[in-house]
């Protein structure tokens, strides 16, 4: 079952922007390092995307649909792409060149761990992630600094929390520690992450 804790507050943001339901931390991620482009967003993102980075980052989707022409086709190819075979999804990501994604916590899954599927870790590194969104980053030449610094390996935060459990279990100590410490990591970047706080309090417990 994929429950996710109820959304982290995050600081105010200097433009007044309620932070509640906002990726700020993956935002932040990209402008900071001036990522390239062009990056996925999920639909729920695109009206903050819009506002946060203007015509520096084209939003690819957001909540104009259906207003804008084009959208409603762009809808069902995502639609499509998302609820069919991993590869369905690969083919979209590459179809349209990403560099990176940015994504929201999955509703459902027929996998344990969704996005282990979705975005395969060498193709993919996952760089952020907090109680809202999680931000991929597709393993180019351009994103290599970026991911060296940032990227989280060893945990996959979308994961059932079963499927946490249970690779713990199965994990060397050495594993458990590159697991603990990038828990840890998060937490400094996002102290009040429910998501995981709670996570490593599994950890603790297994």
């Known amino acids: ?24 931390g993956a935002a932040e991620l990209i402008e900071s390092n001036h990522l390239q482009g062009p990056f996925y967003n999920d639909y729920r993102f695109g009206g903050y995307w819009m506002w946060r980075f203007a015509e520096r980052y084209p939003v690819f989707i957001d909540g104009r649909y259906p207003a804008v022409q084009g959208y409603d086709q762009l809808v069902s190819e995502i639609n499509r792409a998302k609820y069919q075979r991993p590869e369905d999804w690969t083919a979209f990501l590459d179809r349209h060149q990403f560099s990176g994604a940015l994504m929201k916590y999955p509703e459902r899954s027929p996998y344990p761990a969704l996005f282990d599927r979705y975005f395969p870790r060498e193709q993919w590194a996952l760089v952020s992630w907090d109680d809202i969104a999680l931000l991929f980053l597709r393993r180019t030449l351009p994103n290599r600094p970026a991911i060296a610094e940032y990227e989280f390996r060893w945990v996959s935060p979308e994961a059932d929390f079963s499927e946490f459990v249970r690779r713990l279990r199965v994990a060397s100590p050495a594993r458990k520690k590159q697991i603990r410490n990038e828990l840890q990591r998060n937490l400094a970047l996002h102290p009040s992450s429910r998501l995981t706080q709670f996570l490593l309090t599994l950890f603790k417990r297994t």
């Not at 079952?1 to 700020?24: F, K, N, S, T, V």
């Open 1 to 24: 079952m994929h429950i996710r804790p109820q959304q982290e507050q995050e600081r105010p943001h200097p433009g007044g922007i309620d932070p509640a339901g906002i990726p700020l």
